[in-house]
């Protein structure tokens, strides 16, 4: 009888452990539940900004109703977007002014007294009304315009597919390929791991085109040649990280660099010599998966983004002194 | 008119008779349905749909060989082949070289090979891979997300339940047909019309 009633708690006891066990498991292995990773690739150190260094605050969101935005320009108090097949002109209210449907999706855009548009493998210039002035030859196959810039006389148009800017006339005249390797000029030439990568003139009119590969921005004469250039490569907050940053870039007053990055998305200021200044706005302010926004900037020192992922334009002022 | 049937009398013979040949019929359908189903559930296997991957470790951890047969494979033809490699280097690396402590890879699993300047070329030595996802991680933040995880079928035992799709946070696991067992980025797979990405 002894024996029976031993055997019996021994029994209990198992089936216990075994419901432990399994309840265990249920509960700690279950699909969905965050459980710590061993192997975790992990950059949140990387992504806390000192408040002391965040210099913007933001001011203004835009909301867009589109699917895709792609890219963004400042001119005259007028924000003109590219998304989906469409660019829209807008003010800084969000009211939009116009809205022009294309063929297709393009993928840069610069602005003077004409919207040049890049699409995909070649230039389409058209007026404010939407009307289409100029259709250049394209580039061809491997050609995927990522950027544009424009002065009063030339059109520069970023190729990443062939990893080389062309300076072109308005008329579509091809003027030289600039920054293709040249031991002997020095140019190390592009090197452009994914379609990121951005060009912008300075005050004086010279181009800067961003060698994302090697975490640079190089600055080019007039004629082509390498003028001066400064890298920043670190995985801290002053420089760039990655495969491919700065992923766009636009130049404001004094020269100063406003730098856009992917991986640890955040938005930057350098000045003319490539110092880093400090933050537009911090990993923080992103989605936790997010895109590198594109930027530009207005009249009055106000960076614009164009955030990719809430599809939205976002406006940052500078802080005002005291104003943490 | 009577409708009645005539009842005949069964004899027991006949009665075990039928008996037999039902239970024997029931049987071959029987052993007919299942073999059916096990042919038709071996032509399906797992594998990971890499753009719902979220990295999260436990194809390392979870699968019932060790090391899992889950591995990294690389698309070659969306890779930038840079130097600065998000999922060959540590974020923090001192050096854009090949010594150990700039290592991301948890196991050196990752071949970096000079190509010309500035351009490395990355080849994943599966014997050492255990499908951790952490270069797949670093690859798809900073880079083209040309590394990313595959079941490999010349290793994975095609469990009826696989251990890690029970556990993957992501739901990025899924029977895929035999015939195409693989979900390569890129068109590597296409281009080269062989499912096997080795």
Not at chain 1, 89 to 96: I, T
């Amino acid at each position: 009888m002894k024996f029976r009633k031993l055997v019996n708690i021994v029994l209990v006891v198992l089936a216990l452990g075994i419901a432990i066990i399994i309840a265990r498991d249920f509960v700690m292995n279950r699909a969905g539940k965050v459980i710590e990773n061993p192997y975790a690739f992990d950059v949140s150190e990387y992504a806390k900004v000192s408040a002391d260094e965040i210099l913007y605050e933001e001011e203004k969101v835009l909301q867009l109703r589109v699917a895709e935005p792609k890219g963004i320009a400042f001119h005259q108090g007028t924000l003109f977007v590219i998304a989906d097949s469409s660019l829209l002109q807008m003010n800084l209210q969000g009211q939009l002014l116009k809205e022009t449907k294309l063929e297709a999706s393009p993928t840069a855009i610069a602005v003077d007294d004409l919207v040049w548009l890049g699409m995909k493998n070649q230039v389409v210039c058209l007026n404010f009304d939407g009307q289409e002035v100029e259709r250049w030859e394209n580039y061809g196959d491997r050609s995927v315009i990522t950027s544009l810039a424009v002065s009063p006389d030339f059109v520069f148009v970023a190729d990443a597919g062939n990893r080389l800017v062309y300076q072109c006339k308005k008329n579509g005249e091809l003027v030289r390929q600039i920054g293709e390797k040249d031991e002997q000029k020095a140019v190390p030439g592009f090197v452009v791991p994914s379609p990121y990568f951005d060009i912008a003139l300075s005050e004086e009119g010279y181009l800067w085109a961003v060698n994302p590969g090697r975490h640079s921005l190089e600055n080019f004469n007039a004629e082509g040649a390498l003028r001066t250039s400064w890298t920043s490569s670190s995985v801290k907050t002053e420089g760039f990280s990655g495969c491919c940053n700065p992923a766009h870039m636009t130049i404001m007053r004094e020269n100063a660099f406003v730098t856009s990055e992917k991986g640890i998305v955040r938005v930057k200021i350098y000045d003319q010599h490539g110092k880093y200044q400090g933050v537009v706005a911090a990993p923080n302010q992103f989605e936790e998966v997010a895109h590198a926004p594109d930027v530009c900037v207005d009249e009055n020192g106000r960076v614009i983004l164009l955030d990719f992922d809430r599809k939205q334009v976002r406006i940052f002022k500078p802080k005002e002194r005291g104003n943490s | 008119m009577n409708a009645k049937k005539e009842h005949k009398p069964v004899d027991r013979r006949k009665f075990i008779q039928n008996g037999m040949r039902l239970t024997l019929g029931a049987s071959l359908v029987g052993v007919t349905g299942l073999a059916s189903l096990k042919l038709s559930a071996n032509d399906y296997v797992w594998q990971l749909d890499p753009f719902k991957c979220v990295y999260c470790g436990r194809c390392a951890d979870y699968c019932v060989l060790t090391p899992s047969a889950v591995k990294c494979v690389h698309a070659y033809d969306l890779c930038g082949y840079c130097d600065l490699c998000g999922g060959y280097l540590k974020p923090d690396a001192n050096a854009l070289s090949t010594a150990a402590e700039n290592q991301l890879c948890p196991t050196a699993a990752i071949k970096r090979k000079f190509v010309e300047d500035p351009y490395f070329e990355y080849e994943i030595e599966e014997d050492l891979c255990i499908g951790c996802a952490k270069c797949v991680e670093g690859c798809s933040s900073f880079g083209n997300g040309s590394l990313h995880l595959q079941v490999r079928h010349d290793l994975c035992v095609n469990c009826n339940e696989c251990s890690i799709a029970r556990v993957c946070p992501a739901d990025a696991f899924e029977r895929v047909p035999v015939s195409s067992p693989y979900k390569i980025k890129g068109d590597f797979q296409a281009e080269n019309n062989n499912p096997d990405p080795a």
